[in-house]
């Protein structure tokens, strides 16, 4: 049996407020999906039925678009997501080291989760914290900076009991206070 | 004549504590500039065009255009709907300077994008932000409910009879959606694929509108011509190039970190200074200037160049969007090279040929040199994709995927040779 999903009454207020912005009710299909997304923890297709319902257009049409999109999630994952970036600077820097440091932790590769559901692991591209390297994302919200295997061994550990990291927000360095 | 960056002082992330505040940003002189412009009868739409226009403010999207001059293209109003899209996709990587706006000081890129639309006569605007940056989305959306909250944004403001509305939307994961035509597509609620031009967004934009299209830091500037004069604004950095400009320093330096000092701020001095140096003493190798998509320049190559649009030119690059990724003598080119085209490939939406298809034997044919399973001929096999790659495609994202290719593979020739001599001994 295929689960349905409905959107609460406040998802739907939410919606409303979307389709507000816009002069037409297409353009509200990315950010409903993402509200689809934060509440069911994915767009898998039923997911993609109720977003096209609500809205009134075509499922092919929301099909189009959730697949188009890296950060929808097309299928069930992780409870976590770890993203770690892995393009030009990250590389640099030792992202990829981090990568499988993290594949080897927890047991699986990038694009697989854990059989407990916790972790996912994805390889992804630059995240725009080039300067933070090498970094990763934790299930499309908070960045992680400057990574280590100790800070991920730390983050790991409180993601188990159901802690997210906080925001980190990094500077701009003065230039003022370095003597140069 | 060489900047002089020692003495300047931050203006568009300045050091003032708390700057994302509204009150505090109105204490330094918040919103003045478009109370005067919409409240004073010295300005008028076409003056403030004028004013942005003379300072030459060029685009920090990474196409260096007049922002003035582009507003200048905007069809005379119809009494129809008129657009401005602000780009904060920020994905080209080595690119992380808008999000620092939004997180230090939201209210002058705000101010600077309710200027141009006053000066466009625009009706709505949207910003347009990557997804991931989920973190800053929301530090967007406070300061846009507290500008709305204080009538900055909304219905007769400053009790002008300037209106004008301005919403927060977001991506989901596509650098193509960077490309202000495949923007413009993923706003109006589709898959992200790029237009054809013409007709240009001026013409038909957004709902087939007429919709601007700028970039976050260049709005940012636009609040300091108003208040200080585009001669003020000339006189900063260089004069083609002029105005402050965030540097984003990332790779292999000791201090990381995005700088605003002003433009033409020789690349040494950035490096070795202003970041610090290279990192465990080692020594430069390699510099992509501006965003992965400008092309590599070899240290020596560095000699007496500065970071502006003409002195890099000569040097063999370009400016970008002065996203520079600096790397040390260990680094493997051939990996990086491999590496920048697994993101090409990733990241073509597929329409075209050349780019869907080059950027994948692209990146096929180099994950085989990287292997050491590759032949000189290969490296004349990446040249030929890169040259039918080139310029035949809707957009830019096939030259920004082909120009590290060939440059890349001919600035470090001898290292792409080595990799692949095995085989050619095995042959011969
Ligand atoms: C493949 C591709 C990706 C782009 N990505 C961005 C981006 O992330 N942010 C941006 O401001 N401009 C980006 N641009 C440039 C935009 O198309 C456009 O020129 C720019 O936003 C205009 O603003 P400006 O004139 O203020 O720079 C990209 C262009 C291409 C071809
Ligand atoms: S050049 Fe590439 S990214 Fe641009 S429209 Fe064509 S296929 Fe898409
Ligand atoms: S390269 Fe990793 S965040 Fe930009």
């Known amino acids: ?95 990829y080291e981090m990568l499988h440091y993290l594949e080897d ?30 970094m990763m994302q934790i299930t499309n919200d908070v ?8 800070k991920l061994d730390d983050v790991i550990e409180s993601l188990k009991s159901g802690k997210m990291p906080e925001f980190e927000s990094v500077g701009m360095p003065l230039l003022e206070k370095r003597n140069i | 004549m060489a900047v002089d960056w020692k003495s300047y002082k931050p203006v568009i992330i300045p050091d003032i504590p708390n700057l994302q505040e509204l009150d505090v940003y109105l204490k330094n002189d918040g919103y003045t500039a478009l109370k005067k412009v919409v409240t004073g009868s010295d300005w008028t739409p076409e003056s403030v065009v004028n004013e942005v226009k003379a300072a030459n403010i060029r685009g920090r999207g990474g196409a260096g255009f007049n922002a003035g001059l582009k507003w200048s293209f905007m069809p005379k109003p119809d009494g129809g709907p008129r657009y401005l899209a602000c780009n904060g996709d920020e994905s080209e990587p080595g690119t992380f300077k808008d999000r620092k706006i939004f997180e230090y000081n939201p209210h002058l890129f705000i101010e600077g994008a309710l200027i141009a639309a006053y000066a466009m006569q625009v009706s709505t605007i949207y910003v347009y932000i990557r997804g991931e940056y989920y973190s800053w989305i929301k530090m967007m959306e406070k300061a846009l409910k507290d500008a709305y909250d204080r009538g900055f944004i909304g219905k007769k403001i400053f009790g002008s009879d300037f209106s004008v509305d301005f919403h927060v939307t977001s991506g989901a994961g596509a650098y193509i959606c960077g490309e202000e035509t495949s923007m413009l597509e993923s706003l109006e609620g589709k898959r992200g694929y790029p237009r054809v031009k013409p007709p240009f967004p001026a013409q038909k934009g957004l709902w087939g509108r007429p919709t601007t299209i700028n970039n976050i830091e260049t709005l940012a500037n636009v609040p300091l011509v108003i208040n200080k004069g585009a001669d003020w604004f000339k006189g900063i950095g260089v004069e083609t190039h002029p105005g402050p400009v965030l540097y984003g320093i990332s790779g292999h330096v000791n201090r990381p970190g995005v700088y605003e000092l002003p433009s033409g701020v020789p690349v040494f001095d950035l490096i070795n200074e202003v970041a610090g140096g290279m990192r465990n003493g080692k020594k430069l190798k390699a510099l992509i200037p501006g965003g992965s998509s400008t092309p590599v320049l070899r240290a020596d190559q560095l000699e007496g160049v500065s970071m502006d649009a003409d002195s890099l030119r000569e040097a063999g690059s370009m400016m970008g969007t002065a996203g520079m990724i600096v790397m040390d003598e260990d680094t493997d080119m051939v990996d990086m090279l491999w590496r920048i085209s697994h993101f090409y490939h990733h990241e073509s939406c597929g329409q075209c ?5 080059g950027t994948g034997w692209a990146e096929k044919i180099l994950l085989k040199i990287k292997n050491g399973n590759g032949e000189i001929r290969d490296l004349d096999l990446l040249h030929t994709v890169a040259n039918q790659m080139e310029g035949r495609t809707i957009c830019a994202l096939a030259d920004a995927a082909a120009w590290p290719i060939r440059n890349t593979i001919n600035r470090f020739r001898d290292e792409f040779d080595a990799r692949c001599k095995k085989s050619v001994h095995a042959v011969a």
Request: aromatic share 10%.
């Open chain 1, 105 to 134: 932790k927890l047991g699986i590769k990038a694009g697989e989760t854990t059989e407990d559901g916790m972790f996912s692991i994805q390889s992804v591209e630059c995240l725009g914290a080039c300067g933070y390297a090498p």
């Open chain 2, 353 to 357: 040929t050349p780019c869907r298809e």
């Open chain 1, 1 to 95: 049996m295929e689960q349905t999903y409905t959107f609460t009454s406040e998802d739907l207020q939410e919606i409303e407020t979307i389709k507000a912005k816009f002069p037409a009710v297409m353009p509200a299909t990315l950010p409903v999906l993402w509200v689809a997304q934060r509440r069911f923890g994915h767009v898998e297709p039923a997911v993609q039925r109720l977003v096209a319902d609500t809205l009134g257009l075509p499922e092919a049409h929301v099909h189009g678009v959730a697949t188009f999109y890296t950060q929808y999630y097309k299928e069930k994952k992780g409870k976590y997501v770890l993203d770690v970036c892995t393009t030009t600077s990250c590389q640099l820097c030792g992202g």
């Open chain 1, 143 to 150: 960045y992680v900076n400057n990574l280590t295997e100790e």
